[in-house]
C-alpha cells in the first residue's frame, strides 16, 4: 500500500508565499515522476508543475518563474515552493507519483495525495 500525504496549505495574502511538501510512504520500489496539480470547484483538475527522478522539471505557463518544484529523493517528497501568490492560484493542490512497487508482484501506478487547501486573498 502506497500513501501520498500533502502538507503546508493555508491562507496567504497576495503577494505572499507559501511551500507545499508530499511525502511518499509504503512498499515503495522506485518513484519517477512527481508533480503539483490543481484543481477549483466546477473546473478540470489541471498541472502545476513536474519533476522527473532525474531534476528535469515543467511548469504550467501561469505559475512560471513564481513556483519551483524539488525533490528529495532520500525522503520520498515533492515539493512545491510557491512565491508571488495570486488569487487566482487558490486552489486544492493535489500532489502526484508515478510509483513502482514489488510487494506481491510488480506493479506501476499513478497515485494521488488527498489534497490540500491554499487561499490568496487580496
Known amino acids: 500500500q502506497v500513501q501520498l500525504v500533502e502538507s503546508g496549505g493555508g491562507l496567504v495574502q497576495a503577494g505572499g508565499s507559501l511551500r507545499l511538501s508530499c511525502s511518499a510512504s509504503?512498499?515503495?520500489?522506485?518513484?519517477?515522476?512527481m508533480g503539483w496539480y490543481r484543481q477549483v470547484p466546477g473546473k478540470q483538475r489541471e498541472l502545476v508543475a513536474t519533476?522527473?527522478?532525474?531534476?528535469?522539471?515543467a511548469y504550467a505557463d501561469s505559475v512560471e518563474g513564481r513556483f519551483t518544484i524539488s525533490r528529495d529523493n532520500a525522503k520520498n517528497t515533492v515539493y512545491l515552493q510557491m512565491n508571488s501568490l495570486k488569487p487566482e492560484d487558490t486552489a486544492v493542490y493535489y500532489c502526484?507519483?508515478?510509483?513502482?512497487?514489488?510487494?506481491?508482484?510488480?506493479?506501476?501506478?499513478?497515485?494521488w495525495g488527498q489534497g490540500t487547501q491554499v487561499t490568496v486573498f487580496s
Open positions: 502526484n507519483a508515478d510509483i513502482e512497487t514489488l510487494r506481491g508482484g510488480y506493479y506501476r501506478n499513478t497515485y
Open positions: 509504503g512498499s515503495i520500489f522506485r518513484i519517477n515522476a
Open positions: 519533476i522527473t527522478s532525474g531534476g528535469t522539471t
